[in-house]
T-cell receptor, first 116, second 115 residues
Framework: GAGVSQSPRYKVAKRGQDVALRCDPI?????LFWYQQALGQGPEFLTY????????KSGLPSDRFFAERPEGSVSTLKIQRTQQEDSAVYLC??????????????FGPGTRLTVL | AQSVTQLGSHVSVSEGALVLLRCNYS??????LFWYVQYPNQGLQLLLK??????LVKGINGFEAEFKKSETSFHLTKPSAHMSDAAEYFC?????????????FGKGTKLSVIP
């Protein structure tokens, strides 16, 4: 079956540009997560959605980062006025249920963002 | 607060040799522990998870891990490495309390398998 998909897979932006990264979770999955993975590091939590509600955005590094999931399925992570330190792989994950710590999160392939 | 330390950013083993990837965790509450594998240009795939049911956990592709509370460790092992095991491996921790959906990852260990 279809897994989590993300687009674009690669994005190059000039410093100061706005970017939008898309995530298509597994159909029917209630929970959706965004993670940021810098080069040589493990993924770091950014934000969590339960259906269309953004329940936790504690990991977003600045107010330039904004995420939405308006209909409870597809999600978009938007970064305004990109800076070089935003260069990373952005991973999306989804989970079937309202997530507790034990539930498996299914990850997409990620979007590699390079800010020049 | 919780954290994960993976010892060794890069491990090389010969094909057929034992694979041992180390993970130590810190958690103020009973943890759930996970090992994920990441192949180039692919997403993270769950290998196995510990949820307090049994301390020795068997996963996919012949991997297993043992939860040792006294050592705060959750090392990943495989008796005989295969070329297809070459990938990056991440240990992660969550818990059963508030905010438990947040996975905290280690920095990863890149496994190379030498023919």
């Amino acid at each position: 079956g279809a897994g989590v998909s993300q687009s674009p897979r690669y994005k190059v932006a000039k410093r100061g540009q706005d970017v939008a990264l898309r995530c298509d979770p597994i159909s029917g999955h209630v929970s959706l997560f965004w993670y940021q993975q810098a080069l040589g590091q493990g993924p770091e939590f950014l934000t969590y959605f339960q259906n269309e509600a953004q329940l936790d955005k504690s990991g977003l590094p600045s107010d330039r980062f904004f995420a939405e999931r308006p209909e409870g399925s597809v999600s978009t992570l938007k970064i305004q006025r990109t800076q070089q330190e935003d260069s990373a792989v952005y991973l999306c994950a989804s989970s079937l249920k309202v997530t507790s710590g034990v539930d498996e999160q299914f990850f997409g392939p990620g979007t590699r963002l390079t800010v020049l | 607060a919780q954290s994960v330390t993976q010892l060794g950013s890069h491990v090389s083993v010969s094909e057929g040799a034992l694979v041992l990837l180390r993970c130590n965790y810190s958690s103020s509450v009973p943890p759930y522990l996970f090992w994920y594998v990441q192949y180039p240009n692919q997403g993270l795939q769950l290998l196995l998870k510990y949820t307090s049911a049994a301390t020795l956990v068997k996963g996919i592709n012949g991997f297993e891990a043992e939860f040792k509370k006294s050592e705060t460790s959750f090392h990943l092992t495989k008796p005989s490495a295969h070329m297809s095991d070459a990938a990056e491996y991440f240990c992660a921790v969550s818990h059963s309390g508030a905010g438990s959906y947040q996975l905290t990852f280690g920095k990863g260990t890149k496994l190379s398998v030498i023919p």
